[in-house]
């Protein structure tokens, strides 16, 4: 038995894939839309190694993982390493495993002479791994696969015959041949447009892969909680979309569309999409069935990234509202500071416009609304910090049942809710500023997981299921603190290393996280607008801010940040 790395030849195939030596992929394992050929660059179209007369199992297996990393014409390179009936049972849209390569190896038997049949194994260690329709998600375990192939021998020479269905692909091929790009897709109001990261390989053709998967739908995990203008059937009329002088022609057919409101939101979700993202990009020409349209903008166009408040909401054990730009004063919110300031709060979250706060304190989450009464909300012991939605409901959840969460909208009876996540506790949870979807930060045993679901709604705007599939975030071993939105698809988490060290993961829904050290103590976490936003507090009351690779104290004597809702 033969155990060999496959590092080195990984490297020697990146290289070739930078310098053109092989041929970039033009579509991921995306196996959505119309499958007829599109447009491909010339420029990229060389050489991939076929297999070789005399090549041993082992090498036929580490030819068609290589050759595997170009799809053109179906993967026809790949498909040289395969039996005639495998490769026609051979699903390469199926997905992709995203390893460590310098942690791949290959064992292979020594084959004995007249053998006609060996079996190869392949072991992998899972970084993540690429869905059907170019959905990028974080492993359950990063346990080692094992692999298996089956080879025989077809005139004298090894081909496999049986393989796992999809790809397998390094990380560092991965992140030089794949580019992520944001479908839109709207809220369930139609109020906003929501970003759903997918992942496509960096070519001439990345507009027509992003196109068909936008006409596909969204996400499984973000499918309850939004909303798409094109009706079901609707396929691009063309193999492609092609692109001249910056504007990418898109020519629709298969569903009929029968007023301008729909065509209208159809051409926003298609400017949101291509225009800035896609490369050389700068206007979109839709046509439904070869018929050019060109609807008026929208009268009520929907918003895209909402913005909060970019100045902090703090509250210092006396006072509570917005920190002024000196660092040295906190100037009340009209209508609800007094009334929040009463509670005696250790945790609050702050309403669309500062009308409203859902506030945590001894007897547990209450509601305060500028004007009115206070609603006392949720008694029940041991509560986090409560979440708060566009909507005004409130979110609340006891730490150590994370099962046992409970909706509470401006009016009308609590709604408890299904959860779609795991752990034996919950630190924190928060509602996307757009309201579509939510993030949980759970322990689980000595790890931390992070996760996201989407939120669906009735017409009235009030929750009434979590999706039933969770999107799995960053995962690290520590006891977990916080989570905050940085913006539509950005998002952090605060996690407490087991040696007392603190670090901020940060992560697009659907992207690669990064783990970056914090502020030493950080104990809450909260974000304006982007990543630059952050702001950590500290158990000593220290509101510490990014600066450069550090972190510097912008405010003291804090006893806890909330926070807010856009306007």
Known sequence: MRRRPLAASLALLVTALLTGCVALPTSGPVGVGNP??????????????PPQPGDSPEDIVQGFIEAAASPRNNYAAASQYLTDEFAADWRPE??????????????????????????????????????????YELPETTAEATLPYRLVTVDGEWRIAEAPQGLLIDELTFSEVYRSYELYFYSADFRYLVPDLRWFARTD??????????????????????????????????????IANGTASVDL????????????RMQEQLDA??????RDVSDVALSIDGAPQDPPPLADPPIQNPAV??????????????????????????????????????????????????????????????????AELDPRPGLIVPAIDPQGVVWSVPAAAPGELVA???????????????????????????????????GDGTRARFVAASIERDENGLPVALGKTVLRLASIAGTPRDVAWLDANRVAALVELPGGDI??????????????????????????NGERSLRVLTSGGALEVPSGVTWQEQATGLGFVSVQMPD
Do not use: C, M
């Open 503 to 528: 670090r901020v993961l940060v992560q697009d829904l659907g992207g690669v996280p990064d783990d970056t050290a914090g502020p030493a103590d950080g104990r809450s976490l909260d974000a304006g």
């Open 309 to 374: 408040d970019p100045r902090p909401v703090v509250y210092d054990g006396t006072s509570f509202g917005h920190l002024a730009s000196s660092n040295d004063e906190i100037e009340p919110i009209d209508g609800v500071s007094p009334q929040v300031e009463g509670l005696a709060p250790d945790g609050a979250a702050v309403g669309a416009g500062g009308t409203s706060v859902a506030v945590r304190n001894d007897a547990g989450v209450s509601l305060v609304r500028a004007g009115e009464e206070l």
């Open 94 to 135: 199926a997905g992709a495993t995203i390893d460590v390569g310098a942690e791949r190896s290959i064992d292979a038997p020594d084959v004995p002479d007249g053998a006609t049949e060996s079996e190869v194994s392949v072991t992998a260690t899972p970084a993540a791994a690429l869905t059907a329709t170019g959905q």
């Open 408 to 442: 509470y909208p401006p009016s009308g009876d609590p709604i408890p809710l299904a959860v779609p996540w795991v752990g034996s506790t919950i630190a924190a949870l928060e509602v996307s500023r757009d309201g579509t979807r939510i993030i949980a930060l759970l």
């Open 205 to 242: 053709a990345a507009q027509t892969n992003v196109v068909r998967a936008l006409l596909a739908g969204p996400a499984e995990w973000l499918l309850p909680g939004v909303k798409t203008s094109f009706p079901e059937g609707t396929a691009l009329e063309q193999s492609s979309v092609p």
């Open 253 to 264: 057919s298969g569903a009929q569309f029968e007023d301008t409101r729909t065509v209208q």
């Open 273 to 278: 999409t291509l225009v800035g993202s896609v």
């Open 36 to 49: 007829d050929p599109i447009e491909e660059s010339l420029e990229l179209d060389t050489f991939v190694r």
